[in-house]
């Protein structure tokens, strides 16, 4: 459990002018967003299926400082609500509510602020209640994003939603509490590996340093997503890597979760997330896949690279998406079947990158 502490009053670093330099575009889109989120009375805020850290971390985030000014927010998933146990300690994460139990109706609000979506299929159920909504605003990085909304602020260059967020909070004057900072700072770790992918720029230590000030604790979140393993949990993993297997060709360490491991070891899909850190260790690996399978026998890929490899452009090519350094996909395949296309996919960028 984090402490509690007392907001702190800083001049931040991403609001200086050692600040990272967002194009006109996207500058002008926070504006606009800005704007939009002043003027609106009712606001329900969502974010991809399967969420992550910077998912999760945006939305809280986001939720507290809305609620702050007194608008009327509804936190909500396109899907059924089960956290994964590494992000239950998230301040008023247990304030997200069911779609159908949300205590907005959804016809009757001015706003929808979807965040780290960069496609509305990956919105679950809410994809087909976009409509209902006057505004609709998409803020995410991803490569990939589909431009759904109706004001889109998407920032490639940053490492995390987060950080496209405490830029939005820095532009609507917003006083970030322990609480918000906590959350972002979750938010940032986790899309950047813990500081360790090739998407962790000066810009982005910067605003991490600014979340510490104002009140986050790393220590506690590191405790919190990365020493926060079950039993089973362990036990799962250890199967994992006794499955696991190089392919030489590619350089991808792969291995895979049976659907009866989970019940056999008393574990959720959800708890799972950061197991792939374990195969991306190997240095005989330029990338890493575990292939989870689900209980209607598809596979979800769950994909690391160390920089070299493109994973998310491999991700997309199977249907999936995500970053640079780590994305996801599903297959109806089998395991090895699955490993051999992800691996022959690998070589061929390999072979592009030489002959480029």
């Known amino acids: 459990m984090l402490k509690t502490k ?16 967002m194009d006109n575009a996207t500058t002008n889109a926070i504006k606009e967003a800005v704007d939009a989120l002043n003027k609106a009375g009712s606001i329900v805020i969502t974010v991809h299926v399967q969420p992550d850290g910077d998912a999760l971390g945006s939305m809280l985030a986001m939720m507290i400082y809305l609620k702050s000014i007194g608008k009327n927010v509804c936190m909500t998933l396109g899907e059924k609500i089960e956290i994964p146990s590494q992000y239950k300690w998230m301040p008023t994460v247990d304030e997200i509510t069911d779609f159908n139990d949300c205590s907005i109706t959804c016809g009757d609000n001015d706003l929808l602020l979807t965040l780290d979506c960069a496609s ?6 809410m994809e087909d209640n976009l409509s209902k909504f006057k505004t609709v605003i998409d803020i995410d990085h991803h490569i990939d994003n589909s431009k759904f909304g109706t004001i889109n602020v998407i920032d490639f260059e940053a490492a995390a939603t987060c950080e496209i967020v405490y830029n939005i909070l820095c532009e609507l004057g917003a006083e970030i509490t322990p609480d918000m900072a906590n959350c972002l700072y979750a938010g940032v770790v986790t899309d950047t590996g813990r500081f360790q992918y090739s998407n962790t720029g000066a810009g982005t230590l910067r605003i991490a340093a600014d979340l510490i000030d104002l009140g986050a604790e790393p220590n506690e979140i590191f405790h919190n997503i990365y020493e926060n393993i079950s039993f089973g949990g362990l036990k799962l993993m250890a199967r994992i890597i006794e499955r696991a297997r190089i392919i030489a060709d590619s350089k991808l360490a792969y291995s895979y979760i049976k659907s009866s491991d989970l019940a056999e070891c008393g574990v959720t899909m959800a708890e799972t997330e950061t197991f792939i850190d374990q195969l991306r260790k190997a240095k005989e690996a ?12 598809k596979l979800r890929a769950s994909l690391r690279s160390k920089g070299y490899i493109d994973i998310a452009a491999v991700a997309r090519e199977a249907g999936g998406g995500g970053h640079r350094n780590a994305a996801g996909a599903t297959f ?4 090895e079947d ?19």
Request: net charge positive.
């Open 332 to 335: 109806e395949m089998s395991v």
């Open 6 to 21: 007392t907001a702190t009053t800083i001049t931040p670093l991403g609001s200086s002018s050692k600040r990272r330099v």
């Open 286 to 297: 330029d990338a890493a896949v575990i292939l989870k399978e689900t209980t209607d026998g």
């Open 338 to 356: 699955a490993a051999s296309w992800i691996s022959s996919r690998i070589v061929a960028q390999n072979a592009t990158s030489l002959a480029g």
């Open 120 to 125: 509305e299929h990956r919105l679950g159920l």
